[in-house]
């Protein structure tokens, strides 16, 4: 909206000089369509302007003044082999315009050929700062891991939340559902953690492509601009980032890595919670959340029992462990007692 303001006072303003001084001779409303018309021609060029890239936009500029350059020797030698006057000038002016041109059209085009890294540090500084950002999306922002992981200095250079995420999460906040604003108000909270962390580099963009509506694939939209990597726990975000070639890190997949190894034989306690599925079966949970059936362990619920592992399953989810125990409760590999035992 600020650009379309000052382009407009652009306007008006060479408009209003036109009109008060009249060039060519041409009377005052003639003189400030002409400036008008100036203007839009300068606003036309300078949205091209904008469009190309910045490698295309040095080879141009690059193009123009060496153009410029070898139009200036043409015209030296042009005014010493021809004598002054109408003639000559008109070459001139020609040989400056053809010049221009070329050198123009053939810079742009040749653009793309360029390194800019190869000019110093100007342009590869930030662009690096760029690819080494991590763009967070709502959610993971909701979940509250990122701080952690980002104060135990797991994550290097700086965490990007662009305005439209904000405003996705402030809208959250705002829900007249009790959960979603619990959420919503959970996640403010763990952005003004990690701002008041000296430590993290936390930073808001305004990046925005209002074309686009949804915000994860704003999301990463952006992240191919920066060529940056985007920070979720969102299975289908992370699906889609897969089709547009987008780097993720997905927090629930550095979590199940994160998991303690757990081998067929091993032993451990756990407290049964619920019946599982199948017939006889208990339900419990460990720490970090895997879950754990037990065999013969429905009768168990809501008490510890040792048992054996039998078997690891990972599944999209997480992983679930499966183990044994007796029916009296001991671990399933425990030695069972002998009939001489039993008679006493």
Request: no cysteine; net charge negative.
């Given at each position: 909206m600020d650009l379309v303001l000052i382009r407009l006072l652009f306007v008006a303003l060479l408009s209003a000089v036109c009109f008060f001084l009249h060039p060519f001779g041409l009377n005052g409303p003639l003189s400030a369509a002409v400036g008008a018309v100036g203007a839009g021609a300068v606003i036309v060029f300078e949205l091209r302007v904008r469009a190309l890239s910045l490698r295309r936009l040095i080879g141009a500029v690059a193009g123009s003044v060496l153009g410029i350059f070898g139009a200036a020797l043409f015209c030296m030698v042009l005014r010493s082999a021809l004598e002054p006057g109408p003639t000559s000038a008109v070459l001139q002016i020609f040989v400056l315009l053809?010049?221009?041109?070329?050198?123009?059209?053939?810079g742009t085009s040749k653009g793309e050929l360029?390194?800019?890294?190869?000019?110093?540090?100007?342009?590869?500084?930030?662009?690096?700062?760029?690819?080494?950002?991590?763009?967070?999306?709502?959610?993971?922002?909701?979940?509250?891991?990122?701080?952690?992981?980002?104060?135990?200095?797991?994550?290097?250079?700086?965490?990007?939340?662009?305005?439209?995420?904000?405003?996705?999460?402030?809208?959250?906040?705002?829900?007249?559902?009790?959960?979603k604003r619990q959420r919503g108000r959970r996640g403010l909270d763990m952005l003004q953690r990690m701002q008041s962390n000296a430590r993290l580099q936390v930073q808001i963009v305004p990046d925005d492509f209002p074309s686009i509506r949804e915000v994860d694939l704003k999301l990463l939209e952006l992240a191919k601009k920066w060529d940056a990597?985007?920070?979720?726990?969102?299975?289908?975000?992370?699906?889609?980032?897969?089709?547009?070639?987008?780097?993720?890190?997905?927090?629930?997949?550095?979590?199940?890595?994160?998991?303690?190894?757990?081998?067929?034989?091993?032993?451990?306690?756990?407290?049964?919670?619920?019946?599982g599925k199948e017939y006889n079966q208990g339900v419990g949970y460990l720490d970090d959340g895997t879950m754990v059936v037990v065999d013969h362990a429905r009768k168990m619920i809501g008490k510890p029992v040792e048992i054996s592992v039998t078997s690891v399953l990972q599944t999209a989810s997480g992983k679930m462990i499966f183990g044994k125990m007796d029916e009296n409760g001991r671990n399933g590999d425990?030695?069972?007692?002998?009939?001489?035992?039993?008679?006493?």
């Open positions: 053809l010049m221009s041109y070329v050198g123009l059209l053939v360029l390194n800019p890294a190869l000019l110093g540090n100007l342009f590869s500084s930030e662009r690096q700062q760029k690819r080494s950002a991590k763009l967070l999306d709502t959610s993971v922002i909701i979940d509250g891991r990122i701080a952690d992981i980002a104060e135990a200095g797991f994550i290097d250079g700086a965490m990007v939340i662009p305005e439209f995420v904000l405003r996705e999460l402030q809208v959250v906040a705002d829900s007249t559902d009790g959960s990597k985007v920070v979720t726990n969102d299975f289908n975000l992370n699906k889609v980032a897969q089709l547009h070639h987008v780097e993720v890190l997905n927090i629930n997949d550095l979590a199940n890595a994160l998991k303690p190894v757990v081998l067929p034989g091993e032993h451990m306690n756990v407290v049964i919670l619920k019946e425990a030695p069972r007692p002998t009939p001489m035992e039993l008679t006493h």
